[in-house]
């Protein structure tokens, strides 16, 4: 069974602003980890922020939030620099929320004064009954008077984000927010938390190198390479559509075959697929491990399990085919009475097949 969540209290709502970033450039003091990053969150967006390790992804933040200070380029908030220059903005003044990957609590603070910590310019009565509310809309309202080390993990990052959002801030900017959570509470509070950025309607980056999690959270995901953005859109189109095979790997696990394109055709062992865009020259096609359905030996493709794992809701199959010096990976549903050894045929579903040109990265 999965955890459970307290009721908690609903979220009073944020102005949410627009965040934008115009060809910002940063580095400190060797290669660039940003390198012209021109990016638009509208209000109220959730904006996935993910690539490999090193990419930028975290840097892009600080840059937001005012905790470093780009080389060139601008930040904007609703149209008005808070870093460029011509103008930097102390974060205090930002109106953005931050929450950090290790949920920066103090183990010397009760709960409450956490989230209270944040809540300046406001009495302290006001302040803390703040705080309390903010509590008691991550579900932790009876436990303020506690002190971090007392709680879970998942629960430390709820009190994490009581307090980025008790300010009710117009920018919510989370740093892997989930890492340090197993993957069943991970999911558990995961969704407990876009359900409390929805219901602030503050506009908010989330940064992740997990796929799943970005295409998860996300309205639009922003995919980061080498200190640039080198994908923006929604989750299905960048899943589907992907314009470069960086961005294809980055999203699924591929089987991936070199062939030669000709008149807008690409044949190879796995079958002849349309080339795309690419009518003559070198091409790479890649078959996601989806894309394969089983059938009986004689029928379509000849195949013969060499692997078989069960995973749960799938089978992970190494098939080895004609024409290919490595197995195929497939995953298949009701692959049960599958053994190791097996010749089957394999039909290959083409919507579950991309090209690139063998040039592209």
Same mark, same amino acid.
């Given at each position: 069974?999965?955890?459970?969540?307290?009721?908690?209290?609903?979220?009073? !709502?944020?102005?949410?602003?627009?965040?934008?970033?115009?060809?910002?450039?940063?580095?400190?003091?060797?290669?660039?980890?940003?390198?012209?990053?021109?990016?638009?969150?509208?209000?109220?967006?959730?904006?996935?922020?993910?690539?490999?390790?090193?990419?930028?992804?975290?840097?892009?933040?600080?840059?937001?939030?005012? #905790?470093?200070?780009?080389?060139?380029?601008? !930040? #904007?908030?609703?149209?008005?620099?808070?870093?460029?220059?011509?103008?930097?903005?102390?974060?205090?003044?930002?109106?953005?929320?931050?929450?950090?990957?290790?949920?920066?609590?103090?183990?010397?603070?009760?709960? *409450?004064?956490?989230?209270?910590?944040? *809540?300046?310019?406001?009495?302290?009565?006001?302040?803390?009954?703040?705080?309390?509310?903010?509590?008691?809309?991550?579900?932790?309202?009876?436990?303020?008077?506690?002190?971090?080390?007392?709680?879970?993990?998942?629960?430390?990052?709820?009190?994490?984000?009581?307090?980025?959002?008790?300010?009710?801030?117009?920018?919510?900017?989370?740093?892997?927010?989930?890492?340090? #959570?197993?993957?069943?509470?991970?999911? !558990?509070?995961?969704?407990?938390?876009?359900?409390?950025?929805?219901?602030?309607?503050?506009?908010?980056?989330?940064?992740?190198?997990?796929?799943?999690?970005?295409?998860?959270?996300?309205?639009?995901?922003?995919?980061?390479?080498?200190?640039?953005?080198?994908?923006?859109?929604?989750?299905?189109?960048?899943?589907?559509?992907?314009?470069?095979?960086?961005?294809?790997?980055?999203?699924?696990?591929?089987?991936?075959?070199?062939?030669?394109?000709?008149?807008?055709?690409?044949?190879?062992?796995?079958?002849?697929?349309?080339?795309?865009?690419?009518?003559?020259?070198?091409?790479?096609?890649?078959?996601?491990?989806?894309?394969?359905?089983?059938?009986?030996?004689?029928?379509?493709?000849?195949?013969?399990?060499?692997?078989?794992?069960?995973?749960?809701?799938?089978?992970?199959?190494?098939?080895?085919?004609?024409?290919?010096?490595?197995?195929?990976?497939?995953?298949?549903?009701?692959?049960?009475?599958?053994?190791?050894?097996?010749?089957?045929?394999?039909?290959?579903?083409?919507?579950? !097949? #991309?090209?690139?040109?063998?040039?592209?990265?």
């Amino acid at each position: 069974m999965a955890p459970r969540i307290a009721p908690r209290a609903p979220t009073p !709502v944020s102005i949410a602003a627009h965040l934008a970033f115009d060809d910002v450039h940063h580095s400190y003091g060797g290669p660039e980890s940003v390198r012209g990053v021109t990016l638009s969150v509208d209000p109220g967006e959730v904006v996935s922020l993910v690539g490999p390790s090193g990419c930028g992804k975290t840097t892009l933040l600080r840059l937001a939030a005012g #905790l470093e200070r780009p080389a060139s380029g601008r !930040v #904007l908030l609703d149209g008005l620099e808070i870093a460029g220059p011509s103008n930097f903005v102390p974060p205090e003044r930002r109106g953005i929320g931050l929450m950090f990957q290790d949920h920066a609590l103090f183990p010397h603070m009760t709960n *409450l004064e956490n989230v209270r910590f944040g *809540l300046r310019g406001f009495s302290r009565v006001e302040a803390e009954r703040q705080a309390a509310q903010a509590l008691d809309r991550v579900g932790l309202g009876n436990r303020g008077a506690e002190y971090p080390h007392m709680l879970s993990g998942g629960e430390q990052q709820r009190v994490a984000l009581a307090r980025a959002i008790a300010p009710r801030p117009a920018v919510i900017l989370m740093d892997e927010p989930f890492s340090g #959570l197993d993957s069943r509470l991970r999911d !558990v509070v995961r969704a407990e938390t876009l359900s409390i950025l929805r219901e602030a309607r503050a506009t908010c980056v989330v940064v992740t190198h997990d796929a799943e999690e970005a295409m998860r959270m996300g309205d639009r995901i922003a995919l980061m390479n080498q200190g640039r953005v080198v994908e923006f859109g929604d989750p299905q189109m960048i899943y589907r559509r992907p314009q470069s095979l960086f961005a294809a790997r980055f999203f699924c696990e591929m089987n991936e075959l070199t062939g030669w394109a000709h008149r807008g055709q690409i044949d190879t062992p796995l079958g002849t697929f349309p080339a795309g865009e690419i009518a003559e020259g070198e091409a790479v096609v890649c078959v996601r491990p989806q894309a394969f359905d089983l059938q009986a030996a004689g029928t379509g493709l000849p195949g013969r399990i060499v692997a078989h794992r069960f995973v749960g809701e799938v089978d992970l199959l190494e098939i080895a085919m004609p024409g290919l010096d490595e197995p195929v990976l497939a995953r298949v549903r009701d692959a049960v009475n599958r053994k190791e050894g097996e010749d089957v045929g394999v039909e290959i579903d083409p919507a579950e !097949v #991309l090209v690139f040109a063998a040039s592209r990265p």
